[in-house]
């Protein structure tokens, strides 16, 4: 049984995102499983490199948020939000 560190409730979604970090590689798409007002679950679809701060929005660069990696799982990363 694995125990739940969170001091937040989650919320269980699954919903497309856009992210971005680098001009260069432009914005990329990843699936948003879970959200907390503090943070998030992210599936990345098999992208190997990603920096410790990108941003991320929901809805097409209207609103962003600045995210921090604090772990990864193979495709599955979680973010704390910084704004």
């Avoid at 260069?24 to 098999?46: F, K, M, P, W, Y």
């Avoid at 929901?58 to 973010?79: A, L, M, S």
Wanted: proline share 1%; glycine share 6%.
């Amino acid at each position: 049984m694995e125990f739940e560190r969170r001091s937040v409730t989650r919320t269980m979604i699954s919903k497309k995102a856009l992210l971005f970090f680098d001009a260069q590689r432009g914005v990329l798409t990843c699936r948003v499983q879970d959200v907390t007002n503090s943070g998030a679950g992210i599936e990345l679809h098999d992208l190997n490199l990603l920096p410790l701060n990108f941003e991320l929005t929901f809805d097409n660069f209207h609103t962003i948020r600045e995210c921090r990696v604090i772990w990864r799982q193979g495709d599955f990363v979680g973010v704390a939000f910084q704004n």
